[in-house]
């Protein structure tokens, strides 16, 4: 989600230490736990009315089937598939045969 290292977590743990001091650590990881499960819970309750103003047969939608960028992928990938299933192999030219030329075309 954040593609961040091990080395990173121990420099923000560090800076952390050093800005907020030991004594205050453990309260503001609290705080920051407790903010982080409120708005889980508040993602999970607008997803569920989402749901329930759709109608039932939306009743298995996911949040991320409406990202763009997933839809447009996802087309693509459809198109390319059905693009492979229509391919139709060209039968290949015989020892010393020439390619089919075109003189309109150049």
């Given at each position: 989600?954040?593609?961040?290292?091990l080395?990173?977590?121990v420099?923000?743990?560090?800076v952390?230490?050093?800005?907020?001091?030991p004594?205050?650590?453990?309260?503001?990881?609290?705080?920051?736990?407790?903010?982080?499960?409120?708005?889980?819970?508040?993602?999970?309750?607008?997803?569920?009315?989402?749901?329930?103003?759709?109608?039932?047969?939306?009743?298995?939608?996911?949040?991320?089937?409406?990202?763009?960028?997933?839809?447009?992928?996802?087309?693509?990938?459809?198109?390319?598939?059905?693009?492979?299933?229509?391919?139709?192999?060209?039968?290949?030219?015989?020892e010393?045969?020439?390619?089919?030329?075109?003189?309109?075309?150049?």
């Amino acid at each position: 989600m954040f593609d961040i290292g091990l080395l990173e977590v121990v420099v923000i743990a560090l800076v952390a230490i050093v800005v907020f001091g030991p004594d205050r650590l453990p309260d503001l990881a609290k705080q920051a736990a407790f903010m982080l499960r409120k708005a889980r819970k508040m993602a999970h309750a607008a997803r569920d009315e989402l749901r329930d103003e759709l109608g039932p047969e939306y009743a298995d939608l996911e949040l991320r089937d409406l990202d763009p960028r997933a839809i447009v992928r996802r087309h693509i990938i459809e198109a390319m598939e059905d693009e492979d299933e229509r391919h139709v192999t060209e039968p290949a030219l015989a020892e010393g045969q020439l390619p089919p030329y075109d003189v309109d075309a150049t």
